[in-house]
T-cell receptor, first 115, second 109 residues
Framework: EADIYQTPRYLVIGTGKKITLECSQT?????MYWYQQDPGMELHLIHY???????EKGDLSSESTVSRIRTEHFPLTLESARPSHTSQYLC??????????????FGPGTRLTVL | RKEVEQDPGPFNVPEGATVAFNCTYS??????FFWYRQDCRKEPKLLMS???SGNEDGRFTAQLNRASQYISLLIRDSKLSDSATYLC??????????FGTGTRLLVSP
């Protein structure tokens, strides 16, 4: 069982509010990821990091920002939430191993609704 | 063309049936392949990695066909609890995986 945690699990918030979605893992994984997934749709990578102080934008443009100050922690921030940000946000992590890419383990997700 | 493609289904099968899904990928340089299971409104959970020689885990068998650039997942003796969406994932580069949209499986009594 993967040890990756996300809080809050559900968030309903008004337009214009600043929000931070938390993601923590206790596996010592170097690589961490944020995905956005709408119901019945595919996962879209919005941010990733391959270590402390490294962050990269993913394939789907997002108005959110991320930081990686500690290995275990990869928070995502929206400065001003809008209804278009309503979605499920999934955090994942993986080892920096010998293979080109190791399997990713996912947190339980945060379901965000912006009114 | 999408980097990873899957038949969205749904695949409706009775309990006890054998069912197989394929997933095609476009990048011939890909080297890492995975199958994930995702239940409704839950996170994806790793089902199995796919190795070049093929691999089996209980009722599940995964295979890789590099020549035709697809991976497959075979489920034998389907259970009601196998009902879920099955996502394939393929590495895009050394940092990222690309996920398919998933194939939905419904197992009925």
């Amino acid at each position: 069982e993967a040890d990756i945690y996300q809080t809050p699990r559900y968030l309903v918030i008004g337009t214009g509010k600043k929000i931070t979605l938390e993601c923590s893992q206790t596996m010592g994984h170097d690589k961490m990821y944020w995905y956005q997934q709408d119901p019945g749709m595919e996962l879209h990578l919005i941010h990733y990091s391959y270590g402390v102080n490294s962050t990269e934008k993913g394939d789907l443009s997002s108005e959110s920002t991320v930081s990686r100050i500690r290995t275990e922690h990869f928070p995502l921030t929206l400065e001003s939430a809008r209804p278009s940000h309503t979605s499920q946000y999934l955090c994942a992590s993986s080892e920096f191993g010998g293979r080109p890419n190791n399997e990713q383990f996912f947190g339980p997700g945060t379901r965000l609704t912006v009114l | 063309r999408k980097e990873v493609e899957q038949d969205p289904g749904p695949f409706n099968v009775p309990e006890g049936a054998t069912v197989a899904f394929n997933c095609t990928y476009s990048n011939s340089a890909s080297q890492s392949f995975f199958w994930y299971r995702q239940d409704c409104r839950k996170e994806p959970k790793l089902l199995m990695s796919v190795y070049s020689s093929g691999n089996e885990d209980g009722r599940f068998t995964a295979q890789l066909n590099r020549a035709s650039q697809y991976i497959s997942l075979l489920i034998r003796d389907s259970k009601l609890s196998d009902s879920a969406t099955y996502l394939c994932a393929v590495n895009k580069d050394f940092q990222k995986l690309v996920f398919g949209t998933g194939t939905r499986l419904l197992v009925s009594p």
